[in-house]
């Protein structure tokens, strides 16, 4: 009979293990693909705010010009925080649960957890704000 030593044994089953690590690892592109989610992601961010600023500038201008000055209302806050806080959510969640489902529990994570819990804060100030109006 051929039989094998533990020897042996052991070293064709590291062979395997070799093989089924070298063919699950990731793709480099997806990689690459994968890290540049968070950024394109940051990026819509900033153009959104920077469409809102300008959006916000130009209407109080027109309102200065026409004689009637803008007051900032509580409402107004609140409208924004709603706002803010479902577009983060909306944009964390997904991160979040793309990130855990690929790498797991790692540093990128981060990435869908900042906006996350960051619309989380903002609809509970908002939740607090409108409670805090009734008691008004």
Known sequence: MNELTIQDQLQQILAQLQRLEAASQPDPIAQIILSL??????????????????????????????????????????????????????AGLPLTVLFLAVEGVSYSLLGGLIPLFTGIGLLVFFSLSRASEHLE
């Open 37 to 90: 989610v968070p950024v394109f992601g940051i990026i819509a961010g900033m153009v959104v705010m920077l469409v809102f600023i300008r959006h916000y500038y130009v209407t109080r201008r027109q309102l200065i010009a026409a004689g009637r000055l803008p007051t900032p209302t509580i409402r107004y806050l609140r409208a924004l925080t709603l706002l803010g806080g479902i577009l983060c959510i909306s």
